[in-house]
């Protein structure tokens, strides 16, 4: 399965997340702030990133705005993890770079069916033979 990168302040969230995400058999990265996350993507270059819009210091946007200009982890998906459900959020977080968000709490049918959907559409084309 994938590695994912988990950006996430809240430890209760984290702790679900990291729960749903082990379940399902993929390998989690934490970080707890948005510089330790972009320090993590740029070391371990993760399949799949879960950003959390409201961090403390730098905000997921911002870390998502420059992992997207950065050649290294612009091909990364990431996906907005946003308590903010208002339309002028959804454009923001489009805005930023963001291939998809989930509003909390997160539901676990939702939150697999995204994150496998982006692995899919995130993967290598394969050669033809």
Known sequence: MAEILIVED??????LACLLLTNAGHSVICA??????LTLAR??????????????????LAAT???????HTA????????AMAMKEDAEKIRLAGCNAYIVKP???????RVINTLLENNLPQQPLV
């Open 10 to 15: 809240n430890a209760a969230n984290m702790r």
């Open 32 to 37: 707890t702030d948005a510089e330790t996350g």
């Open 43 to 60: 070391e371990r270059k993760p399949e799949l990133i879960l950003m959390d819009i409201q961090l403390p210091g730098m905000d997921g």
């Open 65 to 71: 705005s420059i992992l997207k200009r950065d050649a």
């Open 75 to 82: 091909a990364i998906p990431v996906i907005a993890l946003t």
């Open 106 to 112: 997160l539901r676990y049918k939702e939150l697999y």
